[in-house]
């Protein structure tokens, strides 16, 4: 959800289309650095009337950063960026940031991978008391970026220092690039199966929920609307009733314009396929919903 106007706007956009769960950049995306938040743009998101309407709100790190920079100056910049934004997401009192892992732009998976584990390594040294934890997202495996096998983050959960301030985002449209199957409810399944294997559902902190424009293994990372995509609506269908998912928050990340019309189609879809209607219409029928 957009920040524009200060951060505490992003809960009023969240509650004005009846969302219950709300990611959110902690600055501009585009921008590498920005003045720290002022402690009245604080007070005003912790203390916002709405803020209890949303049962989770977490941080998404900006594009830029990229642990594995082959670049001094850019890795430099990377863990910067990174350790003033995990400042700022526990100023708000985000449980986690999402952080893409890193491209290694040359340099080779092995490499680079070492790299994020040293980086992540000296960014939670340098901020010992921030409670705000990474939550490291699979990816589509565009270009160079690592993430889009569970292997690699499980790498680098196995080998950082501080494991405890580590956890995982899975993102659908991400998966389905990557080479995952989740067209049906028994690969979505058996997909799940293999996370748990290899990384630890215990890990799973939040799902992106994105259809794809694009063909499954095809590592191009396009977001498409719910259904309108290639992944199919099974997929959306077994995260949105299965039991394990039910605590983990969900969130889009489809195109949006600004009246975010998109998002509230996004949402019906979502909530029809997990046998709900509209939260805000069916609280007095059904308490649980
Ligand atoms: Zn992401
Ligand atoms: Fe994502
Ligand atoms: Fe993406």
Sequence with gaps: MSIRGG?????????????????????NNMQWFARPLRPEEIRAFLNHVQRGELSSIFGHANYLINLAATNPQFHANSIRALSEELVRADQLELPFLVLHPGAHLGAGEEAALEKIVNSIDEVLRKIPHVKTKIALETTAGQGSCLGY?????????????????????????????????????????????????????????????????????????????????????????????????????????????????????????????????????????????
Excluded at 7 to 27: D, H, L, N, P, W
Excluded at 167 to 195: M, N, P, Q, W
Excluded at 275 to 285: L, T, V
């Design 149 to 289: 096998r569970f292997e690699h983050l499980a790498y680098i959960t196995a080998n950082v220092r501080e494991l405890q301030r580590l956890v995982v985002c899975l993102d659908t449209a991400h998966l389905f690039a990557a080479g995952y199957d989740i067209g049906s409810e028994t690969s979505a399944r058996k997909t799940l199966r293999e996370f748990d294997r290899v990384i630890g559902r215990d890990r799973l902190v939040a799902i992106h929920l994105n259809d794809s424009k694009t063909a499954r293994g095809s590592r191009v990372d396009r977001h498409e609307h719910i259904g309108k995509g290639r992944i199919g609506l099974d997929a959306f269908r077994f995260i949105m009733r299965d039991r394990r998912f039910r605590k983990i928050p969900k969130v889009l990340e489809t195109p949006k314009g600004k009246e975010l019309r998109e998002d509230v189609i996004n949402l019906k879809t979502l909530r029809t396929l997990a046998g709900k209607q509209c939260r805000s219409s069916n609280a007095e029928i059904n308490p649980n919903a």
């Design 7 to 27: 951060v505490s706007m992003a809960i009023e956009r969240a509650r004005s289309i009846g969302c219950t769960a709300m990611q959110m950049f902690v600055k």
